[in-house]
């Protein structure tokens, strides 16, 4: 059963493994320095179909399916899918998972969804609410950028502040304790806003939010930076991570070579054209499990503290002069 | 704690109480034959601000604020907010929660929301997963007729199948058992696709989603129709309930009286030109916390079996030609 602390912060006492994963990505991501861990890499950015939306949600599907590969499970033996995406009225998801007959809970929390749903699945699985609780998510470039900035065929230009939303797919299954790795506590967020207003500067909106659970995580749980392996945040890129670094420095803490972020994981920064790094729901749902989770496994890791960032924002908020507000929860993922 | 079944039905062993609830509306609804239950009626659809989108977050503010004040709640005494709406990257909730400090789950269950983020606050609270967790959703007539068909000001003509989006939101307070309405189950419901591709004929595209969802919840829990003194789907319209109720005669199940719809309820269609009916995440919000928990909570209604509807389409995918999936979400609410 679980133990609320306070703040959003909720300890998962029986230690819910994390029973299977998988992965699908485009090319760009397969190229990149994370490629090898995927277990789906596709040459045809349509995967097969002829539309971008329709593209994620198959991208989706085959994430979702190497999952269940992974863990030998059937479709049938899943409780509840938690899932969301980046895409007007979360489509992505809900076609994708249309007419299968699972349990859907639909979320949104923008790029921030993977560890969203991994909180929710937690907390099922840690009360016993459901045998096999599945994470999901999804984004997809050509989807993204024609819905939030121009048509693919535009060509616009692009600021160095700006990320390169992935197309990825990351699925993790969570279910009673047995392997790991394992669920030991969570914070959820709160939307934070400071203001931004440049929607061209996701990585600025989103860290304060990062700050401030990461924060009220170490509190409510009495940990420290030190306690973890690794810390790593969604896709605030390379200007949030920065602000992120800056945050915690003005409290005396530093953050060090322990910190890292998705968006600067996923692709090579010198060699792909990706700005300030990667985003989209994605991006930290690949790297969580297509990276962290099989290192954590295998016990190479022993502590993650994994804080994917969202931007709650809409173009047309954006469009009407309003700032852009963040959230990001966090999930701490054990090896023992 | 939760004991699960199978199906996505939940029995919530602590019956958590539906502690408070509020309720703000538009003119019109405020006109309809709900009217006085409201606890907000604003004569203005801009409710001050100077956008649609800006007016919703505000609806919704007015709505939250309602209930915090009807059940003498501090806001910093919510332990989670899950919330949702249908505006684009759901930016009614998240706008109307920012820097507020409380912790925010996003939701996108389209009308169904209010239903799923019912579902959620009651796994939560059944589990003492925080101490009060607050349930919320709204939705705009002016912010959604510009989102989802055309400018407020075309003036588009409507078929009789559409149905008008209620400029309405409504909030439920979940916590530990205490005084009635209780929670005693639910049943999350799963992505129904029937065909359905016409825009303006939600009723028929989630009506089957509905039928499994209640169908479900009857199976898992061994109830039947008579067991409840109201059967009460979000917004099918008078199309959709009609196709609801046939689909239950097929099996040989007679809904008859016991069965309303919340898009029938608020408003009067022999009055008011709603077409087919009222509909929005802030129509079944509404009429659940305005019209119906009052009644339980007198014990004028016993059991009532809510059942919020949900098409989760977006205009991109009806504009490729898809069909529109629907999903359904039920919870059974008590007086014992």
Known sequence: M?????????????????????TAVGRMEGEGPLGSCFDYVSEDSGFGENTWEKAESRLQQHAFEQALLRGGIAESDISFVFAGDLLNQCTGSAYSMRNNGLRFIGLYGACSTMAESLCMASVF???????????LTSSH????????RFPETYGGQRPPTSQWTATASGCAIVGAHSDPPYIRALTVGTI?????????????????????????????????????????????????????????????????????????????RETQDVHA????????????????LPGVKS??????????????????????????????????????
């Open 2 to 22: 679980s133990r609320y602390i306070k703040g959003g912060t909720v300890i998962t006492d029986t230690l819910p493994s994390i029973v299977s994963y998988g």
């Open 125 to 135: 699985a840690d009360n016993s609410v459901g045998a096999l609780c599945a994470a």
């Open 141 to 148: 470039f050509c989807s993204a950028e024609r819905q939030f």
């Open 192 to 268: 934070v806003d400071m203001g931004i207003k440049d929607a061209n500067n996701m990585g600025a909106a989103m860290a304060p939010a990062a700050y401030d659970t990461i924060k009220t995580h170490f509190e409510n749980t009495g940990t420290k930076p030190e306690d973890y392996d690794l810390i790593l945040t969604g896709d605030l890129g390379f200007v949030g991570s920065e602000i992120l670094r800056d945050l915690f420095l003005q409290d005396g803490v530093t953050l060090g070579e322990r910190y890292d972020d998705c968006g600067l994981m996923l692709f090579d």
């Open 277 to 292: 790094g990667g985003s989209g729901c994605g991006c930290s749902a690949s790297v969580l499990c297509g990276h962290i």
């Open 299 to 336: 016990g190479k890791l022993k502590n993650v503290l994994f804080a994917a960032t969202g931007a709650l924002m809409s173009t047309t908020l954006v469009q009407q002069g309003e700032s852009i507000p963040g959230i990001s929860h966090c999930v701490h993922i054990s090896f023992e």
